[in-house]
């Protein structure tokens, strides 16, 4: 069993500030990329950031120089800090773990989602 649990969402005003955690927890060897994507009303998910096992970290032009990814691997855990909120950053964040495991036919990654943290931002 495999979860994948978000957390930190919430209303925030115009330039305030969110940070969102995420941790897996299961049964896995290791976690490879964790990744912050999100999906407003009537839009496709699209990525925010991610952060590979060695803290390489890949941003969406919209969100570079406000927003910061950072993970703990002791902890399994990935974090999302959001600064200088828009209105235009309210929307569903959903986190996501490559997971590398074992279930006793060789190993293999896979990916898992967590169930989404909703923010908004209010003008």
């Known amino acids: 069993q495999v979860q994948v649990v978000e957390s930190g969402g919430g209303l925030v005003q115009t330039g305030g500030s969110l940070r969102l955690s995420c941790a897996a927890s299961?049964?896995?060897?290791?976690?490879?990329?964790m990744g912050w994507y999100r999906q407003a009303p009537g839009k496709q998910r699209e990525l925010v950031a991610s952060?590979?096992?060695?803290?390489?970290?890949n941003y969406a032009d919209s969100v570079k120089g406000r927003f910061t990814i950072s993970r703990d691997n002791a902890k399994n855990t990935v974090y999302l800090q959001m600064n200088s909120l828009k209105p235009e950053d309210t929307a569903v964040y959903y986190c996501?773990?490559?997971?590398?495991?074992?279930?006793?036919?060789?190993?293999?990654?896979?990916?898992?989602w967590g169930q989404g943290t909703q923010v908004t931002v209010s003008s």
């Open positions: 952060v590979t096992r060695g803290d390489n970290t």
């Open positions: 996501n773990a490559d997971l590398y495991m074992d279930l006793g036919r060789g190993k293999f990654e896979s990916r898992y």
């Open positions: 299961g049964s896995f060897i290791s976690i490879n990329v």
